[in-house]
């Protein structure tokens, strides 16, 4: 059993700790709104990336397409290993560093 005065306590705590709550919910609720409203706008009235073409991605520039790259630790190898293309993961395509993958800029 909790002694009155830590009741109270506990109540004002819960009160306040719930209005904070709420406030930071209600705030990212309209933030995104805003967000995606803006960005709404923006892309019906943006042109296409000029570098994508407006698709948001293009062939990978390090391994062209081949999702690996051929690497050696030494510099006069004997060996070359190829490996994961660290740009594109070995997805054969990296995203488009003008207009961020949004297709437009």
């Known amino acids: 059993m909790n002694p009155k005065p830590f009741r109270a306590l506990s109540?004002?705590?819960?009160?306040?700790?719930?209005?904070?709550?709420?406030?930071?919910?209600?705030?990212?609720?309209?933030?995104?709104?805003?967000?995606?409203?803006?960005?709404?706008?923006?892309?019906?009235?943006?042109?296409?990336?000029?570098l994508c073409k407006g698709k948001g991605f293009y062939i990978c520039k390090l391994c062209k397409g081949n999702a690996t790259i051929r690497w050696s630790p030494l510099y006069d190898p004997i060996y070359i290993n190829p490996c994961v293309c660290p740009?594109?993961?070995?997805?054969?395509?990296?995203?488009?560093?003008?207009?961020?993958?949004?297709?437009?800029?």
């Not at 709550?21 to 960005?39: D, P, Y």
Request: charged share 20%; hydrophobic share 35%; net charge positive.
């Open 11 to 50: 109540k004002g705590a819960a009160i306040v700790f719930g209005g904070f709550l709420i406030l930071n919910l209600s705030t990212t609720v309209a933030i995104g709104a805003l967000r995606s409203f803006a960005e709404k706008k923006r892309k019906k009235l943006a042109l296409p990336c000029g």
């Open 87 to 105: 740009t594109c993961d070995g997805n054969r395509v990296q995203r488009c560093l003008n207009c961020t993958g949004k297709g437009y800029s």
